[in-house]
């Protein structure tokens, strides 16, 4: 396992060079995800969500979102960490399900910077929209959060 824990660590680290960060969250709907930042605001996911009822199969969920809004809600210094506020859209396709799903939602996350590691940020984030589900056709409000790290 921790061979498997080095090679992720190893895999996002080189990708977050790459990119404008790469990170792993996990939260509800999706229950682990790894997510690319590209520096002028989008950002890509791909997450594994719990089996529904009367499946066994584990659905994936693929996400694109747009930060529209970005700034420092509290300078830290050399103890209190530094945060930052995030704001934007996006939407979500759930494949492999019983039913897929795609929704769209809004976003509102805060991210923290610690001063020993000031290039891994801690984020928490909530997102409301619209869910629409395809079979049977209906739709539902849509609720979900994250919680997680990214490297920059």
Request: cysteine-free; charged content about 10%.
């Amino acid at each position: 396992m921790k061979k498997f824990w080095a090679i992720i660590t190893i895999f996002l680290a080189g990708l977050s060079t790459a990119a404008g960060g790469a990170g792993l969250y996990t939260g509800w709907r999706e229950v682990f995800g790894i997510h690319f930042m590209a520096d002028n605001g989008w950002r890509m996911s791909v997450g594994l969500m719990p089996a529904e009822s009367g499946s066994s199969t584990p659905s994936v969920a693929l996400s694109l979102d747009a930060v529209f809004a970005s700034g420092l809600a509290y300078a830290g210094d050399a103890e209190m960490p530094t945060l930052d506020y995030y704001a934007g859209a996006g939407v979500t396709a759930s494949l492999l399900k019983l039913s897929p799903e795609l929704n769209g939602h809004a976003m509102l996350g805060l991210e923290a910077f610690f001063p020993q590691v000031d290039n891994v940020g801690f984020f928490g984030e909530l997102q409301l929209g619209q869910r629409f589900l395809f079979s049977p056709f209906a739709t539902s409000p849509y609720v979900g959060f994250r919680l997680g790290l990214t490297l920059h």
